[in-house]
């Protein structure tokens, strides 16, 4: 068969059967190298453990194995609880994030000193021990255990899998061949293949993410290697549980049976590994133990494994202590030999840590969830948005390292040749933008840096403006918002307010007089609120300052507005507009994709009904801004079908000043309180979404702007390094990232921005809300501001309330493709 020719469909078993007579390893490689970069890029993972030998006491004697010992050769049959707990500490210290527990086979069956600590521990059994430690794990670290047990029946995994974020049993061989006397399972219950075939299937069933593999060089055929492997494919298609495929080489080990038996040579582990490649596709991670091929880790990424498995920097492998695991430094050179990027994993892989709710216990998705990245690899830093004031050193010092476009992925320059050249880019070529990872990292944000150079110049803008947040009172439910108070918050971040129109006209005034150009409006949707409320406050603005710029009410306030007056969105805008409202902020948009809206604010508008008022407000003569609120329950292909919207609404328009990336604080969060969201963007993830935007609205948008207030000043920098031109406003009075947690302060003075600038060298200047001149007066006014007057946030009158009658609240829905999901 031709080996190359693998890419649609995997092989069937008869064809599988027929690599057994291929001895072309070279070829061989060719084919699995180009599966495996189809389904995992330049990425090779591996997982930051802690190896917990919980007891080497086992009842079977497979002939190779050092870790299995006699109760006389062990201090104690069972780790302690404290001693466990200590190790995990401190590797937690170190970054691991994975707990390995790897025990013996059921002692307590063969020895009675098992039987004896387990009585006096008050256990049945040592199951029952492990689920306890590792629930102790769980409960006091925010390490997730990872438990290799053996044979289990359906209670015992049902037992565990409240405690383990994944399990696993090493399959090593289908052969019952090698159970026979004089070969080396003879005598070991636990190695039939049969019963470590069922442990496979009931965790499958169970939903349990599940690691597996094979031992090869035991005495088994080439033929049975892949029998081994199709066995694990055919439980793997059944149940879909699989999350990575072991080949592991047989190191003979001095004291042992096979201690003078051959190890497989290196030619043997390549054909191996790029024909388990072959049979599983593009999209399984096939691992290698690095520990025990020292010296040729490349050629192993050469023939197809993507995945390094657990490493440890405080532990020695207990099963292979001959074979000291690599420092990670050096990992990474040896990956980078191969042209991959080594990038940590949970020991719950990607794909079953974002399906959290198929295949979690409920107890464990939160834990999970809060250690996760957007693509589901875990968070390697203390970043946080709103704030950290120092940015990940780590990160800072790999994007001040040229990076040559010869040494990176193909596809990747290929994509951004394309944006440069203002070509719209897919949607799965954005999400490719948004998955770069190490020197990918640094090339995109300096390529995204020059063009912004090129469109917009070294001058870094920003508008002095003062943020009125007229009431906080909100009858929707979206799951990010901390500001918004309904019944079920009043006494989260303060009281509820609904200022009247004489403090909304003194904070107006207040700001022309400090120099502001505009009054950035937004609040709660008030149940009492109505379109005329709107059209009320545009007139108290202009009635004492009727030179400012009104950049007000985000699209859900217009399309409420028009709902509750019985208007078209278009008339409604245009009355907005003849009441004085100079533009629309593009706010309310979060992420504009209905699957995610469906998670954080299902009783919003929608992302059809969003588009549709900014559209309208375009038509009607009002510029609007765009903006996208990410890093809680989304992934990049929804932020590339956000902005592939931005873009085509802008090519049929023309009408957005800005595009504002506004990453998600957490800290006081709804959604993330109870444990739905993750805790914002990484540092990583925001400084791609800054260059991302730049690089795929070339052409259409020419002004990327980064939030100081969720940056604070180093991110904000680094962001201006990476394709933003843009600070926004001074702000003056900044409420609603300041009550979702961020302490980056509610403002900036024009003096403190423009050091700020300086600082990185660049040029500062001010601007206007849509992108003109700023008069002098107005700019040596912001100058010479005075103090801010400590503001009043009207309280709400409840017997006001109580007597004014209660308007019908309108709502939208999100539309999906399997309907729609209504709220009442």
């Known amino acids: 068969m031709n080996c190359n020719n693998h890419a649609s469909a995997l092989p069937t078993h008869q064809q599988a059967l027929q690599l057994a007579e291929k001895t072309d390893t070279a070829d061989l490689m060719a084919a699995a190298r180009t599966l495996r970069d189809r389904g995992f890029r330049d990425l090779v993972t591996y997982s930051r453990k802690v190896f917990i030998p919980l007891t080497q006491l086992c009842r079977d004697v497979c002939h190779y194995c050092t870790f299995a010992q006699t109760p006389k050769r062990v201090e104690q049959a069972y780790m302690p609880l404290e001693q466990v707990l200590s190790t995990v500490r401190e590797a937690e210290a170190m970054g691991c994030k994975e707990a390995l527990f790897t025990l013996g086979e059921r002692p307590e069956d063969r020895y ?179 520990n025990l091929s020292p010296g040729v880790l490349p050629r192993l990424i050469d023939a197809g494994i993507n995945d390094w498995g657990g490493v440890s920097p405080v532990t020695p492998d207990f099963v292979n202590p001959e074979a000291p695991w690599p420092h990670v430094e050096k990992l990474a050179r040896e990956s980078a030999l191969a042209g991959k990027h080594l990038q940590q994993r949970l020991t719950i892989y990607p794909e079953y840590a974002l399906d959290a709710a198929s295949w979690l216990d409920p107890g464990l998705r939160s834990p999970v969830l809060r250690m996760l990245d957007a693509e589901g690899y875990p968070r390697t830093d203390d970043w946080v948005t709103g704030q950290s004031k120092d940015v990940p050193q780590n990160l800072v010092q790999e994007l001040t390292v040229p990076v040559e476009g010869s040494g990176l992925s193909p596809e990747l320059t290929a994509i951004v040749e394309r944006a440069k050249n203002g070509k719209s880019l897919s949607e799965r070529e954005i999400e490719r933008l948004f998955q770069a990872r190490g020197p990918e990292v640094a090339y995109l944000c300096a390529e995204a840096d020059q063009l912004r150079r090129e469109v917009s110049g070294e001058t870094v803008r920003y508008v002095v403006n003062r943020n009125i947040n007229y009431t906080n009172v909100c009858y929707f439910k979206c799951q990010f918002c901390a500001f918004s108070k309904g019944k079920l918050s009043e006494n989260l971040r303060g009281r509820p307010y609904d200022l009247d129109l004489e403090e909304i006209k003194r904070r107006s005034l207040e700001a022309w007089q400090r120099g502001a150009t505009e009054v950035c409006m937004q609040g709660g949707i008030h149940p009492e609120y109505t379109g005329q409320t709107y059209l009320d406050i545009l007139a108290a603005i202009k009635s004492v300052t009727p030179d400012m710029h009104v950049h007000a009410f985000s699209p859900l306030e217009v399309w409420q507005g028009a709902e509750t007056l019985g208007l078209p969105v278009r008339k409604f805008l245009q009355q907005l507009k003849d009441a004085g409202l100079s533009s629309l902020p593009g706010t309310a948009a979060e992420v504009l994709d209905d699957e995610v809206r469906a998670q954080i604010c299902p009783d919003k508008i929608n992302t059809r009904q969003w588009l549709e008022v900014i559209e309208t407000a375009h038509e009607v003569g009002l510029r609007t801004t765009a903006t996208i609120m990410f890093g809680h329950v989304d992934r990049p292909i ?99 990232t300041r009550s979702a947690g961020a302490s980056h302060g509610q403002e900036k003075t024009p003096a403190q921005l423009e050091q700020l600038i300086r600082d990185i060298g660049r040029p500062p200047a001010q601007r206007t809300t849509i992108y003109g001149q700023v008069a002098e007066e107005r700019v040596s006014a912001s100058f010479s501001a005075a103090p801010l007057i400590p503001v009043v946030n009207t309280a709400i009158d409840r017997k006001k309330c109580s007597d004014t009658p209660k308007p019908v609240l309108v709502r939208s829905q999100v539309e999906l493709d399997q309907g729609l999901i209504v709220t009442a």
């Open 112 to 290: 009675s000193a098992a039987r004896r600590a387990l009585d006096e521990m008050g256990f049945g059994s040592t199951l029952e021990y492990v689920a306890h430690v590792a629930g102790a794990v769980l409960e006091q670290t925010g390490v997730l255990p990872h438990i290799n047990a053996g044979c289990m029946s359906r209670e015992e995994i049902r037992m565990l899998r409240p405690v383990s974020a994944s399990m696993g049993i090493m399959l090593e061989s289908s052969s019952s061949r090698l159970c026979e006397k004089g070969m080396p399972h003879y005598g070991s219950p636990d190695k039939d293949p049969e019963r470590r075939l069922d442990t496979l299937r009931v965790a499958g069933q169970e939903k349990v993410p599940f690691t597996t593999g094979i031992l090869i060089g035991i005495g088994e055929t080439r033929r049975e290697r892949i029998e081994s492997l199709l066995a694990i494919r055919d439980v793997h298609q059944e149940y879909g549980h699989i999350q990575e495929v072991i080949i592991q080489n047989f190191r003979a080990k001095p004291g042992t049976r096979m201690a003078e038996s051959p190890e497989p040579d290196l030619e043997d582990l390549l054909w191996t590994i790029a024909v388990a490649r072959i049979i599983f596709g593009p999209e399984m991670s096939i691992q290698a133990p690095p």
């Open 638 to 736: 929804h932020w590339a079908r956000h902005i592939s919207r931005i873009r085509a609404l802008q090519q049929r328009t023309n009408g957005i000043t800005e595009f504002v990336p506004l990453p998600f604080v957490a800290q006081e969060s709804p959604m993330y309180l109870k444990g739905n969201a993750r805790k914002g963007p990484t540092f990583r993830e925001t400084l791609l979404m800054h260059a991302v935007a730049r690089l795929a609205l070339h052409a259409v948008i020419d002004n990327i702007q980064t939030s100081w207030v969720k940056m604070g000043e180093a991110g904000t920098a680094a962001c201006l390094n990476s394709g933003a031109n843009d600070l926004g406003g001074t702000l003056m009075n900044e409420t609603i």
